[in-house]
């Protein structure tokens, strides 16, 4: 199935949680914080302005962005976790 995003909604596929810590200790599955950094796989054509025109949306498919905690909505698609956000969800685009 193909997600296309409308307005200024962005489709981004959560990256796995950590397993171990830095110490080398394994984590389980109910001690893991949920990961707020993802892969960007569809962008949406951009919030409708006033004067008609539309806002372009600021990240493209296939970068890395940080995300809120709780933002946006969870959804699996083809037996993957993927969650729709607001471009305003995403708090940064990672560099490098």
């Not at 909604?9 to 950590?18: C, H, I, M, N, S």
């Not at 001690?31 to 302005?49: H, I």
């Not at 806002?55 to 890395?64: K, N, Q, R, T, Y």
């Amino acid at each position: 199935m193909t997600l296309n995003p409308l307005d200024d909604r962005v489709v981004v596929q959560p990256l796995e949680a950590e397993e171990t810590t830095a110490g080398g200790i394994v984590l389980p599955d109910a001690a893991r914080e949920k990961q707020q950094r993802g892969k960007v796989l569809a962008v949406g054509p951009g919030r409708l302005l006033d004067s008609g025109e539309r806002c372009a949306v600021s990240v493209s498919v296939g970068d890395e962005v940080l995300f809120g905690k709780y933002g946006g909505t969870e959804i699996e698609v083809d037996g993957k976790d993927v969650k729709i956000l607001r471009e305003s969800d995403i708090l940064a685009k990672v560099e490098g």
